[in-house]
């Protein structure tokens, strides 16, 4: 299944990760990913990916043959409930804990939770509280 809408307007527009197995890495993320409202954008022999993030094995041609180094990655969530159901989601389905869901000393209202995905990256979702946007992204559809 393909999709037919990006969101841009953020700082990074893309991030790829090369991984040792990617069926296990896409059961992670289409899991964790799913618990904050992210869909798996499209899946193929050796890769998927999900709004900015691509994931691919060693052998795709972006890759180059190489896995890459330990990354630690942040994904917005909505609220609490989203941090905690993406932790969750992400123990479940082959991360294992690296920082169960709560507070954090960043600045106030910061609440996070990490996932260590199954290539060794530090995986977090984060919610930073009650603000007020001028927009949550922008959606491009095809």
């Not at 900015?52 to 990655?73: D, I, K, Q």
């Not at 932790?87 to 939770?113: C, K, Q, T, V, W």
């Amino acid at each position: 299944m393909e999709t037919n809408e990006l969101y841009r307007g953020r700082l990074i527009d893309h991030i790829q990760l090369v991984v040792q197995d990617v069926e296990a890495s896409r059961r992670f993320y289409e899991a964790a990913l799913g618990a904050l409202g992210i869909p798996i954008g499209g899946v193929g022999d050796d890769y998927f990916w999900a709004d900015e993030l691509f994931v691919s094995s060693a052998s795709s041609p972006a890759a180059l043959g190489r896995l890459t180094g330990r990354v630690h990655l942040a994904f917005q969530a909505q609220d609490h409930a989203a941090v905690e159901a993406f932790y969750d989601a992400g123990l479940a389905n082959g991360g294992s804990d690296n920082g169960a869901p709560g507070e954090r000393p960043y600045h106030p209202g910061y609440f996070a939770a990490f996932v260590i995905d199954p290539d060794g990256n530090n995986i977090e979702a984060v919610y930073h509280g009650e603000a007020k946007k001028s927009a949550d992204s922008i959606r491009i559809t095809f």
